[in-house]
């Protein structure tokens, strides 16, 4: 789990030498990844999910197609709402930008939307992370930040 969050430090440093952000100053930058650490390890409490699939998904954006897809996506929903990228299904576009790849054009409006009508909280709050990521790791790569 620890790569995962590594990953997510690895790229967003990438990316930030590479765009327009500002990226914060290291003692900042340390205090969100201890935040982003303690948020990790209290969604693997609550959800214990095989460390396979948190890696998966960092990687591809997809599950693993396990019988148990439910937790792997409150652990993700748990993710970002604990570590402050997400809060009430609205997300904080400051810290995505800076810690998970820089948003174009309407790109946080979109991955909002996502899941709206979904009544699971886990599920809808899955949809955006999914969103988030998919964005990541694909349509945000060499565009512009808004």
């Known amino acids: 789990m620890f790569r995962s969050l590594y990953l997510i430090g690895v790229l967003s440093l990438i990316w930030v030498a590479a765009q327009d952000i500002v990226p914060d100053d290291p003692e900042v930058q340390m205090q969100k990844h201890a935040m982003f650490y303690t948020a ?3 969604c693997a409490d609550e959800n214990m999910i095989p460390y396979a699939n948190v890696l998966q998904f960092n990687s591809t954006g997809e599950l693993q197609d396990d ?3 439910a937790t792997s996506m409150c652990y993700f929903h748990c993710f970002f709402e604990k570590s402050g990228l997400m809060t009430d299904y609205k997300l904080n576009t400051d810290l995505v930008r800076k810690y998970v790849w820089p948003a174009t054009g309407d790109s946080v409006e979109a991955c909002e939307a996502e899941g709206k009508d979904e009544t699971n909280a886990c599920m809808r709050g ?4 999914k969103c988030v990521f998919t964005r990541a790791l694909t349509d945000a790569r060499n565009k512009p930040t808004i």
Do not use: C, M, S
């Open 67 to 69: 019988k148990d897809r």
């Open 126 to 129: 899955y949809a955006i992370v």
């Open 40 to 42: 990790r390890v209290a």
